[in-house]
């Protein structure tokens, strides 16, 4: 099946700071892929989406391109704030046309002010 | 426009205990899921229905029963809570996707403490 693979935390920055989370996969086709964002107490929000290579995804301030020929789908914010301290997860489906998805571990971030 | 929604938000029982988690949608999705979240362990799929009275197993189904009677609802029990089961459970729901897969949408989540 397919895989994911997201760059471990935690990642502490300071506001305004530029942020990007790695996220690579594998996959069998071309599945959509997904970020999602987890406040703490709360469940998953998707937070950008790309449906096919090169699409950028973006929400938020934040923003994530299908790059097919790195296989990789990583998240960037060009200036984060306080309120951006939560959990990030990296998805994709776990099979071709499946509807399970396959979800990285989650990079916590933490931004001080 | 209530989405997903989950109860109790909160949950003490006592080891050996019938427990069932609550789960309701209202965009009628086919796909509904259930998920724990554990330190360590990331999150684990527990069950998952495709439809009305279609539900398969997920990684970690042990210890648990869906049923799905209505495309709405999607119920778990464990139906004797061990410690183990402490954790937080999220229900999500999906449409039917296409080959590339589709976005599930997360309900808040029940905080389960079995002691």
């Known amino acids: 099946g397919n895989s994911v693979t997201q760059m471990e935390g935690p990642v502490t920055l300071s506001e305004e700071a530029f942020l990007t989370i790695n996220c690579t996969y594998t996959?069998?086709?071309?599945?959509?892929l997904f970020w999602y964002v987890q406040y703490p107490g709360e469940g998953l929000q998707l937070l950008l989406k790309a449906t096919k290579a090169d699409d950028k995804g973006s929400n938020k301030g934040f923003e994530a391109t299908y790059r097919k020929e790195t296989t990789s789908f990583h998240l960037e914010k060009g200036s984060v704030q306080v309120s951006d301290s939560a959990v990030y997860f990296c998805a994709l489906p776990r099979d071709q046309g499946a509807q399970k998805l396959v979800f990285g571990q989650g990079t916590r971030l933490t931004i001080n002010p | 426009d209530a989405g997903i929604t989950q109860s109790p938000r909160y949950k003490i029982t006592e080891t050996g205990r019938q427990v069932t988690l609550m789960c309701h949608q209202t965009w009628s999705h086919s796909y509904m899921f259930w998920y724990r979240q554990d330190l360590g362990h990331g999150l684990r799929l527990i069950y998952y229905s495709a439809a009305a009275d279609i539900t398969d197993k997920g990684e970690v189904p042990d210890g648990y029963v869906v049923s799905r009677s209505k495309t709405e609802n999607f119920p778990l029990t464990l139906e004797s809570a061990t410690r183990s089961q402490t954790s937080v459970y999220f229900c999500?729901?999906?449409?039917?996707?296409?080959?590339?897969?589709?976005?599930?949408?997360f309900g808040p989540g029940t905080r389960l403490t079995v002691t």
């Open positions: 999500a729901s999906s449409e039917q996707g296409g080959n590339r897969g589709s976005e599930q949408y």
């Open positions: 996959a069998t086709g071309y599945p959509s």
